[in-house]
């Protein structure tokens, strides 16, 4: 075993998250909502792991296969890959002080930028109002940090037998509907559809939210109204639809297709929750696999089964995204607390604004039943927000969500180790960005 996989293995043992919601534990194990459960076993996604959280429980790994314990004490096994032990890449990859330097978006740049460029003829309409609204987003300067393909991309790489040709560097202006059968190619369109279906449920969320920025700039709902950004969402949803449809494989479609729905159902759940639920962490993270980390799951095992992995590879690849996924979302909720809304480009404070109590709010209320009050009410009478805020900080709260993030983290950087055995120093480059990636995700203040 390899030190860092060591590392990670002993400091992911070390959390163990005891559900101990003393005032909020009364829905704990609540069920996905039925729809999850509708899964077609070809997608090779196993919903109940989908949702699962390994929040309350240890994490027991062995060379083949990984065991959660729920907080309703179900068992889920996962097969992951067998991590691939002892070559001098693998070394190479471990060594911290080597990896520390590798900039994961500098890895896949050139392939990122042509699909942003893609993407930015990709949303034009012939309708002006639908192409102002619908290339918002993509404009250079608020096209954000381009996350989602740059880890769609990295794990190509990652996975590939060969580095790409400089040809895929080129921007690639086929007709969204011109299917394509070069495997990289193919890849960099997964990449783009994860951006297109990211913006569009972010238009959508801001209208749910009457947010008024996002990314710094005013958001699309406050400059164009409610109906215009809707449909505006939906118009990029279909451009999405049109480029899944050209790659001409059902698995794929599918898998894609499912993220629709999870995106759906986790905010449909964040909406509707009872008050109980919205004391409940296993419903947090449920909803949160759903919202945030269904979508970089999905991804990771699209770019897997494309390459024409095993379906233990395939899991690995998405329990990679699925645990960074929930880390991503765990700090963007903690960050909501703890950032200013000059810094996140978007309003702070917003989830308690919204009555949506997150992991921090979550952890604090177990050491100040007062939250809990607060909560069910979701902190809409006068001087309930103040008050949340106080009591937070009165609290270890953020400390244990930031906890949490790190153990989904380190989670994700022992996936990387399930990996199969890199196959070029581009591919070891790779799986260095992957784990750099999870350190990046912890540390970020936007
Ligand atoms: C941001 O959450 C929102 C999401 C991660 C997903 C929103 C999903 C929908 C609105 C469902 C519709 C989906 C599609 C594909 C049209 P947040 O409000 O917690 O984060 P924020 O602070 O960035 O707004
Ligand atoms: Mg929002």
């Known amino acids: ?100 330097h590798v900039d994961p978006y500098a890895v896949v740049q050139p392939e990122v930028k042509a699909i942003s460029e893609r993407l930015r003829h990709s949303v034009s309409s012939t309708v002006p109002v639908l192409k102002q609204a619908a290339e918002y987003f993509f404009r ?32 690639d202006l086929r007709p969204a509907a011109e299917p394509t059968h070069e495997l990289r190619r193919r890849q960099q369109r997964i990449a783009e559809i994860a951006e297109l279906i990211h913006v569009a449920s972010l238009l959508h969320d801001d209208v749910i939210d009457e947010a008024s920025t996002r990314r710094g700039i005013l958001s699309l709902n406050a400059t164009v109204g409610n109906k215009v950004s809707i449909l505006s969402g939906d118009f990029l949803l279909a451009r ?33 929750a009872t008050q109980e639920q919205t004391l409940d962490m296993d419903h947090y993270l449920q909803k949160t696999y759903c919202k945030t980390a269904s979508l970089m799951a999905n991804c990771m095992r699209a770019v897997a089964v494309l390459e024409g992995l095993s379906p233990e590879v395939c899991n690995t690849a998405w329990s990679y995204g699925r645990h960074l996924g929930l880390a991503f979302q765990i700090v963007d909720d903690v960050l909501d607390l703890t950032g200013s809304a000059s810094i996140l480009g978007k309003p702070a404070l917003n989830d308690l604004k919204s009555g949506v109590a997150t992991a921090p709010v979550l952890f604090a209320a177990e050491q100040q039943p007062e939250l809990c009050t607060l909560i069910r009410r979701k902190f809409k009478s006068a001087g309930d927000l103040d008050r949340a805020v106080q009591l937070i900080n009165q609290s270890d709260g953020i400390q244990r969500a930031r906890d949490l993030a790190k153990h989904h983290c380190l989670m994700a950087a022992e996936m990387v180790h399930g990996l199969p055995k890199p196959a070029s120093d581009h591919a070891v480059l790779a799986r260095q960005a992957l784990i750099v990636m999870t350190h990046k995700l912890l540390d970020r203040k936007k």
């Open 240 to 272: 999405a639809s049109v480029t899944l449809g050209a790659l001409r494989n059902t698995e794929i479609v599918e898998l894609m297709s499912q993220i629709l729905e999870y995106l759906v159902s986790g905010e449909i759940m964040q909406m509707t």
């Open 1 to 100: 075993m390899r030190s860092a996989g060591v590392h990670v293995l002993r400091l992911a043992l070390a959390h163990r998250f005891t559900s101990t919601t003393q005032c909020c534990s009364a829905t704990a194990g609540i069920s996905a909502p039925h729809l999850l459960h509708a899964t077609s076993p070809s997608s090779q996604e196993q919903p109940e792991q989908a949702c699962s959280t390994s929040y309350s429980g240890q994490v027991t790994p062995t060379s083949h296969s990984r065991t959660y314990w729920t907080s309703n004490s179900r068992l889920q096994h996962t097969a992951v890959a067998q991590p691939q032990g002892g070559s001098i890449d693998d070394q190479a990859l471990d060594s911290a002080t080597s990896i520390s």
């Open 140 to 171: 250079k300067g608020v096209e954000g940090k381009r996350l989602r393909p740059t880890l769609v991309m990295l794990m190509a790489s990652a996975l590939a037998h060969t580095p790409p040709a400089s040809e895929y560097h080129g921007v």
